[in-house]
């Protein structure tokens, strides 16, 4: 079964400080994407940020990063220098190679604090 | 630019009732999908299309059906809607290929009553 699993139903961050966003994943395919999408109030889906499985390099996106360890099977989000534009709920997502089946997890409420 | 548009974006539906959502893009993107978002489950995805004319089934299909005539349509139709159904849908389309982002609709919050 895929799974992808986000252990913080709620995460909350100062104004300016940096938060990190867990993420753990599980499948047996060796070659997959992965994403974070940001979900706020407005209910918009929007791409933070993907990651390739066969890259090593962790991506970047401005004040966005991933701590990707695959064989962890762990894809967590940093976001530095957090801005009250940022308090939404976080998805973890991987898609596989064979297909565009996207998995998701049950997300991450981030509030910011000013 | 158009991208996904889903609608309608509310919706009150009371048991037994059948409605369809709606969904288009505009980015001829080949493959389409629909999920439906529960508090403490994510999305989850009812059924998917790679393509016109060809469509499979998600992980929570039971109670909804699709079809995919146009490369740009993809509606969901809930055949007897059931508090069940209470729930917040998405359409997502994106071309084919696991490193492709998907776009998504703004969502229809759908309850059952």
């Known amino acids: 079964a895929q799974t992808v699993t986000q252990s913080q139903p709620e995460m909350s961050v100062q104004e300016a400080e940096t938060v990190t966003l867990s993420c753990t994943y599980d499948t047996s395919e060796s070659d997959y994407y992965l994403f974070w999408y940001k979900q706020p109030p407005s209910r918009q889906m929007i791409l933070v940020i993907r990651q390739e499985a066969y890259k090593q390099q962790n991506a970047t996106e401005n004040r966005f990063s991933v701590n990707f360890q695959k064989a962890a099977k762990s894809f967590s989000l940093k976001i530095s220098d957090s801005q009250l534009g940022d308090a939404a709920m976080y998805f973890c997502?991987?898609?596989?190679?064979?297909?565009?089946?996207?998995?998701f997890g049950t997300g991450t409420s981030l509030t910011v604090i000013p | 630019n158009a991208g996904v548009t889903q609608t309608p974006k509310f919706q009150v539906l009371k048991t037994g009732q059948s409605m369809t959502l709606q969904c288009a893009q505009d980015m001829n993107h080949e493959y389409m999908s629909w999920y439906r978002q529960d508090p403490g489950m994510g999305l989850r995805l009812i059924h998917y299309s790679v393509g016109a004319g060809i469509t499979d089934q998600g992980e929570v299909p039971n109670g909804y059906n699709v079809s995919r005539s146009t490369t740009e349509d993809f509606p969901l139709r809930l055949l007897s809607a059931a508090p069940s159904q209470t729930s917040v849908y998405f359409c997502a389309s994106s071309y084919f290929g696991s490193n492709t982002e998907a776009f998504f609709g703004q969502g229809t919050r759908l309850t059952v009553v």
């Open positions: 997502a991987y898609n596989l190679n064979t297909g565009n089946q996207f998995y």
